[in-house]
């Protein structure tokens, strides 16, 4: 579908979108506690004519409906923040001590809103049905399973998923697609070892549990040396690390908290049924015993290709060939958008918002990071062009 006034419609929204985004920037909300931003995006859809309905706690979907019986696309947005604090010297800088929007969330919900605006406007030139898709707890637990069990793909059946994610590894007015995987399966698990106390003057009376957590620790690294394909991607990372009462004593007792990252959906089982039983052979084997508990997160996210080619083909038409740009390599951090891939073909890509003019060029996590936000704009009309092309197509 050609719409060449698309940008220059969404130019024509762009302050109001900031203004939205600022908004969120200043009062932001962590996992299950996205009140005051889900208010908003309702209050926004319906001043729209878009139906809403909530779900999952603190999430939302809004349904468009078009001229007609047709195919039904799916645009998502998470909304959460992080607990930590924003030490940016702007005026939208976050009035919620301890809590910050360093992961774009108010950007992705900003542009999807904006998207709503533009294809309200074309409600009469297409058929079938936009679905608007905003998500709690990314950051924690995960919000779209939840909203998928609470039947946010069906009635009507959702036929094609799309989201974005901010990337400050892209110029701002670029957009980043990927095909196949692009986010790893992200797991979890926690190790306690229990050995026997004794005199630090007499290690032989006692089974050290600090050393036998330090085998374990350096053990854990074979798993991705000598059992993981080179050409695939794993990461295992122990991030916590407890024990120890006094510097005389032998510890009895450490606990140890891990992640374990995985492209491959092979690799995933593999360190799921492996890891266990080499952390407790460690333990066994020094004299010490292990208990492990080993939890499932995110999948990996896997990106149909044809929906892939689809973005890239719509995007371009939009921004120019030069503006649309195939990344390369996949990412080990989580995206729980992965389960919606689960449920319809579809297709996760990046929105460019570095400006180094600007200074914007702080990674997402961290305590200065911020957005371009003309890059506003293009997220708003490129997911309300990707929508038109699809239900067109």
Do not use: W
């Amino acid at each position: 579908m050609k719409l060449e006034n698309l940008l220059s419609e969404a130019e024509k929204i762009k302050s109001e979108v900031i203004q939205l985004r600022r908004n969120f920037h200043m009062h932001p909300e962590i996992a299950r506690e996205e009140e005051r931003t889900v208010e908003i995006v309702r209050q926004t859809l319906e001043s729209l004519g878009i139906k809403t309905q909530r779900v999952a706690g603190t999430g939302l979907v809004g349904l468009l409906e078009g001229k007609g019986p047709g195919k039904t696309v799916a645009l998502r947005a998470d909304m959460d923040a992080l607990p930590m604090h924003d030490e940016k010297n702007v005026e939208y800088a976050s009035q919620n001590s301890g809590k910050m929007h360093a992961c774009g969330h108010d950007a992705h919900t900003a542009g999807l809103l904006g998207a709503a605006m533009l294809l309200s406007q074309y409600r009469n030139h297409f058929a079938g049905n936009v679905k608007f898709l905003f998500q709690p707890a990314e950051e924690n637990e995960g919000g779209a399973l939840p909203m998928i069990e609470e039947g946010v793909m069906e009635n009507p059946k959702v036929d094609g998923v799309f989201g974005l994610h901010v990337s400050v590894e892209l110029e701002a007015g670029t957009l980043g697609v990927r095909y196949g995987q692009f986010y790893a399966a992200c797991d979890t698990f926690d190790v306690v070892i229990h050995g026997k106390s004794s005199h630090g003057a007499r290690p032989h009376d006692g089974i050290d549990a600090i050393v036998v957590g330090s085998q374990v620790v350096s053990a854990l690294q074979s798993f991705i040396s000598r059992n993981v394909n080179p050409i695939d991607s794993a990461v295992v990372t122990i991030g916590k690390f407890i024990g120890g009462y006094q510097r005389n004593i032998i510890a009895d007792k450490v606990e140890l908290a891990g992640t374990v990252r995985t492209l491959n959906p092979e690799v995933r089982a593999a360190a799921m049924a492996r890891l266990p039983k080499l952390i407790k052979g460690v333990a066994e084997s020094l004299g010490a015993e292990a208990t492990v508990q080993y939890t499932l997160g995110y999948p990996s996210l896997i990106n149909d290709d044809r929906m892939t080619d689809f973005i890239k083909n719509s995007a371009t038409e939009l921004l120019g060939e030069k503006n649309v740009i195939v990344v390369e390599n996949p990412k080990l951090g989580g995206e729980d958008f992965a389960y919606f891939l689960q449920k319809a073909p579809g297709s996760f890509y990046q929105l460019g918002i570095k400006n180094e003019a600007k200074g914007i060029t702080h990674p997402v996590h961290t305590h200065l990071f911020d957005i371009d936000e003309d890059a506003l704009a293009i997220a708003a009309a490129v997911h309300a062009k990707i929508a038109l092309d699809f239900l067109a197509e």
